[in-house]
């Protein structure tokens, strides 16, 4: 496991399913751990169970809010070493009744999110010319499915920015990376199992299977092995991986 003690990092939608894993893994490692999202109410629920994590509210949709995180985060614990990019939402609609509404919410969401999470953080990552930027993003952000093309697009988005932007810092010491999950075990999924299940009439079971077809491994991904993952790109050992998409998904990509 990485050491990562007296770091500082932050994880946005860290108060459940991956973002919460991935918060807990930071910890364990020993990092100090800001978890943020719009409802204060998990983020202080895992905090209370982990002494090196701080719960702060923000909505990452809303450039204000993302800079009055960052700029309270600098006040009370100092410039962050790593920053992961988590929050994110899927809804799924037939392309042809997918309104301009939720095209821009699932940009907003999924996409923007990560645009002003990051920007936000490589102020004080430049000053000192290191540090780790991870998206979590799909492997929809690497193949297409159907009824999600508008979150596929912004994950699609994350990736091209991801890549984009460790070009642009590849003389620093700054990696900016993303983990790519197949469909995983999360409060999120449950939702889209449900929702299978009144539309089709099919059975708890039968709706996993259909999810899990794709999947070599006939499985749903665990989040501590989403963690895991971003555990290891926040490693000393992982200074020369940059720019990558690194596929959690049993081989399906």
């Known amino acids: 496991m990485s050491d990562l003690s007296g770091q500082r990092a932050l994880v946005t939608g860290g108060g459940s399913g991956m973002g919460a894993a991935i918060a807990r893994a930071l910890a364990q490692a020993g990092a100090t751990v800001v978890v943020s999202g719009r409802r204060m109410e998990p983020l202080a629920e895992l905090a209370a169970a982990l002494p090196n994590v701080r719960p702060m509210a923000a909505d990452v949709t809303d450039e204000a809010s993302v800079r009055a995180l960052f700029d309270r985060i600098a006040q009370e614990m100092g410039e962050l070493d790593i920053v992961i990019a988590n929050a994110g939402a899927a809804e799924s609609a037939p392309f042809h009744r997918t309104s301009l509404e939720l095209w821009r919410q699932m940009l907003d969401v999924n996409l923007t999110s990560v645009f002003l999470t990051f920007q936000q953080a490589l102020a004080g990552m430049r000053a000192r010319g290191r540090g780790r930027l991870i998206a979590v993003a799909s492997t929809a952000a690497l193949k297409g499915y159907p009824y999600v093309s508008a979150y596929s697009a912004a994950k699609h988005g994350v990736v091209g920015l991801t890549r984009s932007l460790a070009l642009e810092l590849a003389e620093t010491e700054i ?30 079971d039968e709706a996993v299977a259909a999810l899990t077809a794709a999947n070599p491994q006939k499985r749903l991904v665990l989040p501590e092995e989403v963690a895991q993952s971003v555990l290891y790109l926040c490693g000393v050992h992982s200074g020369s991986i940059t720019g990558q998409a690194l596929s959690v998904s049993g081989g399906e990509i």
């Open 175 to 204: 990696t900016v990376n993303a983990v790519c999950p197949g469909f995983t075990l999360t409060p999120m999924l449950e939702r889209s199992i449900e929702n299978i299940m009144q539309k089709t009439g099919k059975s708890r």
